[in-house]
């Protein structure tokens, strides 16, 4: 199975700040990448599928980027409902893999 | 707006069967275009995807190989909803359950439920 790291595993970054999240794919997954928001007690959240297309309704301060093994989820200016954890998600092969997930805090 | 509502037992006795239901509304659990899957998350396996059943015609599943030989997720048209069944547990399988849905979004999982903790004990 294709294995999902990111980093780091904790950002520590004040509000307004510009945060730049990394993905890597233990092999490629073309551009089916998907990005996730998770607040404590929460499900995910949908950001970012197809590795750069946002979900409804996500602010356009989220983006992503990247193709193959190298993936980008860059928040630029952080506000403070932000702060959360964030995962990536391959969608190109069986089984769906997530990453371990990136802390984003204060 | 498409919402999925869980329910279930929180506690399950090892080697019994963990059961769950997903509700589906603002969609049907027939769609050509869905699918409806079952996730996990727990602090030592992280997120983990175990099954989907899906409708192109006929009926589909496809399972993760982890859970393969232990699981069962059917759809109930009567009621627009499906479930996970998950044979002989233990306590690795504690973990959140949560339904979701994909096919609309790539293969991205864009609707959840809101997760139900479920605990193998005695």
């Known amino acids: 199975e294709i294995v999902m790291t990111q980093s780091p595993a904790t950002l520590s970054v004040s509000p307004g700040e510009r945060a730049t999240l990394s993905c890597r794919a233990s092999q490629s997954v073309s551009s089916n990448l998907a990005w996730y928001q998770q607040k404590p007690g929460q499900a995910p959240r949908l950001l970012i599928y197809g590795a750069s297309t946002r979900a409804t309704g996500v602010p356009a301060r989220f983006s992503g980027s990247g193709s193959g093994t190298e993936f980008t989820l860059t928040i630029s200016s952080l506000q403070s409902e932000d702060f959360a954890v964030y995962y990536c998600l391959q969608c190109n092969n069986w089984p769906r893999t997530f990453g371990q997930g990136t802390k984003v805090e204060i | 707006q498409v919402q999925l509502q869980q329910s279930g037992p929180g506690l399950v006795k090892p080697s019994q069967t963990l059961s769950l239901t997903c509700a589906i509304s603002?969609?049907?659990?027939?769609?050509?275009?869905?699918?409806w899957n079952w996730i996990r998350q727990s602090p030592s396996r992280g997120l983990e995807w175990l099954g989907r059943a899906y409708y192109r015609s006929t009926w589909y599943n496809d399972f993760a190989v982890s859970v393969k030989s232990r699981i069962t997720i059917n759809p109930d048209t009567s009621k627009n909803q499906f479930s996970l069944q998950l044979n002989s547990v233990t306590p690795e399988d504690t973990a959140i359950y949560y339904c979701?849905?994909?096919?609309?979004?790539?293969?991205?999982?864009?609707?959840w439920g809101q997760g139900t903790l479920v605990t193998v004990s005695s």
């Open positions: 603002g969609d049907s659990v027939s769609s050509n275009r869905a699918a």
């Open positions: 979701a849905r994909s096919g609309h979004t790539g293969e991205a999982y864009d609707y």
